[in-house]
């Protein structure tokens, strides 16, 4: 069971939560030629290890945010909101 | 190779079985292969035999960073079945369960194939009235379906909860008599078996570090043991097929989940046919041994962790006591998950890769194990052909640009 630290109302259990996948996904213009489009709507990094995804606290605040999680072991390195960049790495 | 038979058996039984010759070989690694196929599954086991028995291509290695068998291959519940709505997934599951109906005999192994049938239970009127679509378009594309009401059900399986006061009531299901389970080990020790008879060499815990490129083109695969060179180099690893895409270069339309299955401790016969719950989310049958086999949907966000999260464990649970309220009273014995490589539409991927040399054998998400024979049949194909076999031809990495999509996601019930 995650618990996972919403920026808004503090630590809760993952099933408050659902998991909207990769974060940082820019679109791109309207007039991109279809690989860049199939590119956008469904390549994905689907690391193994870190990934930066968002996740919705549907069943609390009903706010999304994004944080890194590790894809084996599930540990949680940071939490922040959309209007901020994805936070440095640190080991 | 040693043929198995009565006679082998009793000649072995007599000799207390202790001159049964080993199954397949444990080779050394040769410099080069004609083909490498990374990925010693089903998947990757079935291209190996079916690239030497129909193409004559047998200076093949098939490298696994484990043992054979030891992913999603020996990870699922067992299921085979061929239930699919559109008619490219029709067409290919079928060939499959056809190739599976043989398959003991063609590779002279036990593959204990028990045709028990499936039902797919419907909860509601809208489900029933879905489920009659489905059944019609299964007929039309030429695959054994059967629409059944409660009470044929209820004598199917006595112990289900068919009652009015069932949290999901059942109104009727979709019944085909030719699914059923196999012994999921079976098959991969069966087409390692044949395929090492073939001159397949199968290198076990020999991980893939890395792809060997040269003028674009890939020549070859780093391993744990050196790097080994290849004509052509197949992946067919399943929910890791993102991390061997991106050390290709590339990436893939999947994302990894964990998917979970479990077992009741063994008891008497119960339930002699496959169940499959939209409603509770839950799939269900008992082992030879006795136990219940079930699980239920995907674990709820991207994961490499092979043992799944605790609350999907919960909803399948209390998702099989709603179906069988006596199973409360069942110790729950073990507990496992496999990693699965999960695409928009749930349909595989058996196409060239970006890169050339490389081919790619991904997307089975949950379905991987019931497709081993035509999926091994095709890949084959592609790879000594390099051309897509016509049963897969519309299963390419393409289709996610021109919007072709085969999307079985809504038609198979479970997060399929
Ligand atoms: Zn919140």
Redesign the pocket.
């Known amino acids: 069971m995650l618990l996972i630290d919403?920026p808004?109302?503090g630590p809760?259990d993952e099933i408050e939560f659902v998991c909207g996948g990769e974060s940082h996904i820019v679109r791109p213009a309207p007039e991109v030629d279809d690989a860049a489009w199939a590119d956008y709507m469904f390549m994905r990094t689907n690391p193994k290890g870190r990934h930066a995804e968002r996740w919705g606290?549907v069943h609390?605040?009903g706010?999304w945010f994004s944080l890194v999680r590790d894809t084996v072991t599930h540990e949680i390195s940071a939490v922040y909101r959309f209007d901020q960049p994805r936070p440095a790495e640190r080991d | 190779m040693s043929r198995y038979s009565f006679l082998s058996l009793l000649r072995n039984g007599l000799n207390h079985h202790r001159r049964w010759p080993q199954a397949w070989r444990s080779p050394a690694p040769k410099p080069a292969y004609d083909v490498v196929v990374i990925g010693a599954g089903g998947h990757g086991l079935a291209t190996a035999y079916y690239l030497a028995a129909e193409h004559g291509i047998a200076n093949v290695a098939v490298v696994d960073k484990g043992w054979l068998g030891g992913g999603n291959t020996g990870r699922n519940t067992t299921i085979v079945r061929s239930n699919y709505l559109y008619p490219e997934s029709a067409a290919f599951y079928d060939f499959a369960l056809r190739l599976y109906e043989r398959l003991s005999d063609t590779l002279n192994y036990n593959i204990m194939l028990s045709q028990r049938g499936l039902i797919t239970l419907a909860h509601s009127r809208h489900e029933l009235e879905a489920m009659a679509a489905w059944v019609n378009a299964m007929q039309v594309n030429g695959v054994d379906a059967e629409a059944i009401g409660t009470d044929e059900i209820r004598r199917m399986a006595p112990l289900l909860d068919c009652s009015t006061s069932a949290r999901f009531p059942v109104l009727g299901g979709a019944l085909q008599r030719r699914a059923g389970i196999a012994r999921h080990d079976a098959v991969a020790w069966a087409y390692a078996r044949a395929a090492d008879a073939r001159g397949v060499d199968i290198i076990q815990n020999c991980e893939v570090h890395g792809l060997i490129e040269e003028a674009g083109r890939i020549v070859g695969v780093e391993t744990a043991r050196g790097p080994i060179r290849a004509g052509k180099v197949v992946m067919a690893v399943a929910g890791h097929s993102s991390v061997l895409a991106a050390k290709a270069g590339f990436r893939l339309p999947v994302t990894s989940y964990a998917l979970q299955a479990m077992v009741s401790e063994p008891v008497k016969p119960m339930l002699d046919v496959v169940l499959l719950s939209p409603a509770t989310g839950v799939y269900v049958s008992q082992s030879d041994k006795g136990e219940l086999v079930f699980g239920g949907g995907l674990d709820l966000y991207p994961s490499y962790g092979q043992r799944g999260n605790f609350p999907t464990v919960e909803t399948v649970i209390a998702g099989l006591i709603e179906m069988f309220p006596g199973a409360s009273r069942l110790r729950w014995m073990r507990q496992w998950a496999g990693i699965t490589d999960v695409v928009h539409d749930s349909s595989p991927i058996i196409d060239r890769a970006p890169k050339p040399g490389l081919y790619i054998n991904c997307g089975w998400g949950t379905g991987g194990f019931k497709a081993i024979p035509a999926g091994g049949f095709t890949t084959a194909h592609l790879v000594a052909r390099d051309e897509p076999h016509p049963l897969a031809s519309a299963f390419t990495l393409k289709r996610f640009e021109t919007g072709a999509m085969i999307d079985e996601a809504a038609a198979a019930g479970i997060s399929h």
Do not use: I, V
């Open positions: 919403c808004w109302c809760r606290h609390g605040c706010q």
